[in-house]
């Protein structure tokens, strides 16, 4: 074996009922590098991670690591022998403090058993060193998927392993967030650490990524030096044909008609925790946009327009009459739609298949005295694993064998196929790969043709200078500037978007 090589895999197969996941895959690691594993949603990626460590096992093929062929047949095996991951499903115990999250079964000890004093303080000084102040002595279900995302690589990053893997370690974190893991993962691969990193975003992957490997349904395309390669030829090896027309801006300017009230009108919304005067219209037909740091107020803000907050003050009418929603039933029964960010803890059924994830709401229009219609039912499903392409064998495959994205995916198309006034969605396309991604974007546009308006929340920029006919950027839980048509640019939105932004105008002259 190359002696620069920590991790060999070759002719690795791997198959699910229906699915052939992984069709004889060689796939190496360098000692010292970062490799971006990248591929479609479903390409087979997280499978080849959980072969490795253990959490499948293989039907075929060869693992080497570190100088010796290994079949590890738990996680805690690769763990032991130096390879650190963080699943794509954060697996950690919600029930637990955080501390005790970053230290399970590597707890300090002292004289008379676990030292639970040593335990908090290192935990609390781990965080720190990437950037998180809160209390360990917390469940870590108390806190958002960002800081929970945090936990799991701080946990990871602390065991000292010669492998680390991360599966889609960003996807619920802000910029600021993401560059401090990114300084992370150079301090360890300095020190002679190698890194596996999945990833949708490819500005991350661009930045922090030596050399990439793309798998495409179940096969390996090829691997690449990062420096050698273009992000549009990289995205066309992923999705197998020409990505020149994925990648591009696609919205117009709004044309608002005359006397159209807007749909939605709300004023100095605030519920003096993290609303502190968020002002946005929504007119019939509109995409809008909200930016904002992590915190900044965003999800909050989608979650009054929703019901789902009952404690503000401010105006809220739809269509010019003031409202007052108690829960989310009342903006259901105002043709309101919401795709939460949470998708794990607010959104999936995993024990039920596609179809019942999928048509959950939609059982009162596709049912008569109480029995679904069937046919309705497989229309509608069929309908959306074709329009926004969902890998799957099955409509009747259970929604927890799906990828990653492909799981988001059903959860869009629930709501998508409501036929809602207004759908709100918050960070729809996470986890979701670029291919994908194009096509859920001209869904949400034909939806905005048709006269239904959107609340776009995204932290990737792109996606919303893409998207969005009007963008609201709020910080701080306040209104820092709106922009329309040509005003909606990068550089803008980050202008506004950070916390010294005031600064920033003063500079400026
Ligand atoms: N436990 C399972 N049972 C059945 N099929 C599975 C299981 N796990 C994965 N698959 C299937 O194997 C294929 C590869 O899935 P995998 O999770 O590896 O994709 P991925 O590349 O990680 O995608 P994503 O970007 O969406 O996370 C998919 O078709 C998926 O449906
Ligand atoms: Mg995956």
Redesign the pocket.
């Known amino acids: 074996m190359d002696n620069n090589l920590l991790l060999e895999m070759r002719e690795i197969d791997k198959r699910f009922s229906g699915v052939h996941a992984l069709d004889s895959v060689d796939f190496s690691v360098r000692k010292g590098e970062i490799l971006a594993l990248m591929g479609e949603?479903?390409?087979g990626?997280?499978?080849l991670?959980k072969v490795l460590t253990g959490l499948y096992r293989k039907d075929g093929g060869q693992i080497i690591f570190d100088g010796t062929e290994r079949n590890f047949h738990t996680p805690q095996d690769s763990q032991r022998a130096g390879i650190s991951t963080i699943y794509?499903e954060i697996n950690l115990i919600p029930h637990l403090s955080v501390a005790e999250n970053i230290f399970i079964g590597q707890e300090p000890r002292n004289a008379f058993g676990i030292d639970w004093d040593s335990v908090n303080k290192q935990a609390r000084q781990l965080l720190l060193d990437n950037g998180i102040d809160i209390d360990v002595t917390q469940d870590l279900a108390s806190y958002s998927t960002a800081v929970q995302q945090m936990v799991a690589i701080t946990r990871a990053i602390s065991q000292n392993a010669k492998l680390l893997i991360m599966?889609?370690p960003t996807s619920s974190l802000a910029d600021d967030e993401v560059q401090v893991m990114f300084s992370k993962m150079r301090e360890l691969v300095a020190k002679g650490m190698s890194i596996i990193f999945?990833s949708h975003k490819l500005d991350e992957v661009f930045t922090i990524c030596d050399r990439t490997t793309i798998l495409k349904d179940g096969k390996l395309v090829g691997s690449y030096d990062i420096d050698k390669i273009t992000k549009l030829e990289m995205v066309s090896k992923m999705i197998g044909r020409d990505a020149s027309n994925v990648l591009k801006r696609t919205v117009g300017v709004y044309e608002e008609k005359p006397g159209t009230i807007p749909l939605v009108h709300t004023k100095n919304i605030d519920n003096r925790v993290t609303l502190h005067g968020v002002s946005i219209d929504i007119r019939p037909g509109e995409i809008v946009g909200i930016a904002g740091l992590l915190g900044a107020g965003k999800s909050e803000y989608a979650k009054v327009l929703f019901g789902c907050d009952n404690t503000y003050t401010g105006t809220f009418e739809v269509e010019g009459k003031p409202v007052r929603l108690k829960s989310p039933k009342g903006a259901i029964d105002l043709g309101f739609a919401y795709c939460s960010e949470d998708r794990k803890v607010e959104g999936i059924f995993p024990h039920m298949t596609i179809t019942e994830n999928m048509t959950i709401t939609a059982l009162p229009r596709i049912s008569k005295f109480g029995v679904v219609d069937s046919k309705k039912q497989k229309a509608i499903v069929d309908k959306y694993i074709e329009s926004i392409r969902i890998k799957t064998p099955s409509s009747e495959q259970l929604i927890s064998n799906l990828?990653?994205?492909n799981q988001q995916k059903v959860l869009l198309g629930r709501w998508l196929s409501m036929n809602p006034r207004l759908i709100i969605l918050d960070e729809p396309t996470r986890?979701i790969d670029v291919g994908a991604k194009a096509e859920i974007e001209a869904l949400i546009r034909e939806f905005s043709q048709n006269g239904i308006s959107v609340l776009y929340i995204s932290s990737e920029l792109e996606e919303l200078i893409r998207n969005c006919y009007r963008i609201v950027v709020i910080r701080d839980g306040q209104n820092s500037v709106e922009l329309t048509d040509q005003d909606i640019t990068e550089e803008n939105i980050m202008k506004y978007i950070a916390k010294n932004a005031k600064e920033t105008e003063v500079d400026h002259g």
């Open positions: 949603n479903g390409a990626k997280s499978t991670i794509q599966d889609e999945i990828s990653g994205g986890g």
